[in-house]
Structures are given as structure tokens and as C-alpha cells.
């Protein structure tokens, strides 16, 4: 059962990806990839991938403090396959927090393909900043 996202990225509304897990410094991201999404051999665009993996290791830092955001720092990550997905299916991205101090988290990353293969792995710190308000205002927390 898909849920919302807490932050409203217009760009990962466009690629349609859905919340499926956000707890405990964990994070489980789907996405059924479209055609436009895909790269000449007709699999996942590579672009497309590396944005999963942010947003699924982003999930899993917020999820311990939804009441912040975060920004990437840095990013590494290895393709091993490419991620295929048919129309009715998808791909399963799951971040984890591996370690967080007051201001920085450091998370990796997988893609599965739907027959549950390993298609990438990622790691990423990212920095802890408080949420955005309103007209772009960052809230005091």
C-alpha cells in the first residue's frame, strides 16, 4: 500500500514513484519506469535510476526525523544489470540509514528488477536542513 510523500518534489511526481515503506530508518520506493523513461537499448535510463536511489536513500535518512529534510552531499553508484520492467510491473528501490549524527546521514541504496535481481547499488551522505516553509522560508525548528 502506497502513501504519500511528506515533500512535494515535482519531479519525482513526473517519474511516478510511490512510497511504500518509510519507518525506522528505512525506506522502500516503486517505480513502473515509462516508455519516455527509457535509453536506446530500452531499458531504464540511467538518469532515471540515480534519481530512485536519491529519493529511496533520502527516504530512509527522513524517516528517523521527518520534520527535516535533507540534501544529497554526495552520491556514488554501480549499475551491475540493466533494470527492465514490463507494463505491469516494477521496480523495488530500498534505502537504509546506516549511520547519522546531528547533521549528516550516510544511507545506501538497491534496485531490483521484478524478478527480485540486484540492477544497482548506491551509497550517499546527505545533510540534515530544516524543512522548507511557506513561499520557500525555511521553518525554525
Known sequence: ??????????????????????????????????????????????????????????????????????MTIEMKTSFMRPAKSGPEEHLVAKGKLLHRTQNMAFTEGFIFDPSGQLCAHSTATFKYTPRPGPRGHSKVI
Open 1 to 70: 500500500m502506497s502513501m504519500p510523500f511528506s515533500l512535494q518534489v515535482p519531479f519525482v511526481q513526473l517519474l511516478g514513484f510511490t512510497l511504500e515503506k518509510f519507518e525506522n530508518g528505512e525506506a522502500e520506493v516503486h517505480y513502473s519506469p515509462k516508455p519516455e523513461h527509457l535509453n536506446f537499448l530500452e531499458t531504464t535510463h540511467g538518469g532515471a535510476i540515480m534519481t530512485l536511489m536519491d529519493v529511496v536513500m533520502a527516504g530512509a535518512a527522513r524517516s528517523m526525523d521527518p520534520e527535516f529534510a535533507v
